[in-house]
């Protein structure tokens, strides 16, 4: 969804059936060598109506409302909330969701995957996995739905001494390493500022789901 930049952002009301439900993460990265990342909450990927518009909208929500209502894929949901400020900062449509109502419940899931798409787990299980880069076209396609997938909000540190920044979004994968359908794509260019881009070819990976083998030992059976 393109907002018109010129006008205020508007609250508008929703409805809609949830199709996906992802880890709403920041990361931040430095050249090749630093990519941190930061769960901050939830994006709720729906089909519906928004401000009488029938498509496709991603709403940002908080953890404490993943927690309370316990969303879950094919739930049908309905209420407001406000237009994104940054365009090229936020990936989904909608944020400062408000007056939920859940119209209908889904039976949890239980199939084992993948994709998982049973209910998503707490932001603390997401932060000790980590995250490995995932191609752009499975998370569009074999991943699409999965608990462990998420297209992340990336700020770039182009130039430090005028705190200069570029913005873009990238897909991660926090899933099992050895799930079949993952794919990390192909390597990603860092611009700097009058410098050659780097390129992470992923070998930063490694180091950011290391913490799995203290929280999450099956990974590595």
Same mark, same amino acid.
């Given at each position: 969804?393109?907002?018109?930049?010129f /006008? %205020?952002p508007?609250?508008? *009301?929703?409805?809609g059936i949830?199709?996906?439900?992802?880890?709403?993460?920041t990361?931040?990265?430095?050249?090749?060598?630093?990519? #941190?990342?930061?769960e901050i909450?939830?994006?709720l990927?729906?089909?519906g109506?928004y401000?009488? /518009?029938?498509?496709?909208?991603?709403?940002? /929500? #908080?953890e404490a409302?993943?927690?309370?209502y316990r969303?879950?894929?094919n739930?049908?949901? *309905?209420?407001?909330?406000?237009?994104?400020?940054h365009e %090229?900062r936020?990936?989904?449509?909608?944020y400062?969701?408000?007056?939920?109502?859940i119209?209908?419940r889904c039976?949890?899931?239980?199939?084992?995957? $993948? $994709?998982?798409t049973? %209910?998503a787990?707490?932001?603390e299980?997401?932060?000790?996995?980590?995250?490995r880069?995932?191609? #752009?076209?499975r998370?569009?396609s074999?991943?699409?739905?999965?608990?462990?997938?998420?297209?992340?909000n990336v700020?770039?540190?182009?130039?430090?001494n #005028?705190?200069?920044?570029?913005?873009?979004?990238e897909?991660f994968c926090?899933?099992?390493l050895?799930?079949?359908?993952?794919?990390?794509g192909?390597?990603r260019?860092?611009?700097y500022?009058k410098?050659e881009?780097s390129?992470?070819?992923?070998?930063?990976?490694d180091?950011?789901? %290391?913490?799995?083998? /203290?929280?999450?030992?099956?990974?590595?059976e």
């Amino acid at each position: 969804m393109k907002r018109n930049p010129f /006008i %205020e952002p508007q609250k508008i *009301s929703f409805e809609g059936i949830i199709t996906s439900i992802e880890p709403r993460a920041t990361v931040w990265r430095y050249r090749m060598d630093n990519r #941190t990342h930061r769960e901050i909450g939830y994006n709720l990927f729906l089909n519906g109506i928004y401000a009488e /518009i029938k498509n496709d909208f991603v709403l940002a /929500i #908080t953890e404490a409302m993943q927690n309370k209502y316990r969303f879950r894929i094919n739930d049908r949901i *309905s209420g407001n909330a406000w237009e994104k400020l940054h365009e %090229e900062r936020e990936f989904a449509d909608f944020y400062k969701v408000s007056n939920i109502k859940i119209l209908a419940r889904c039976e949890q899931e239980t199939r084992s995957g $993948p $994709p998982w798409t049973g %209910e998503a787990p707490d932001l603390e299980v997401y932060s000790n996995r980590g995250a490995r880069m995932l191609s #752009t076209k499975r998370w569009k396609s074999k991943c699409r739905g999965c608990r462990w997938a998420n297209m992340s909000n990336v700020t770039i540190e182009y130039n430090f001494n #005028t705190g200069a920044k570029k913005y873009r979004f990238e897909s991660f994968c926090y899933g099992p390493l050895d799930c079949p359908f993952y794919a990390m794509g192909p390597a990603r260019s860092v611009p700097y500022y009058k410098k050659e881009s780097s390129s992470d070819t992923g070998w930063m990976d490694d180091m950011c789901v %290391e913490m799995r083998s /203290i929280y999450f030992k099956e990974d590595y059976e």
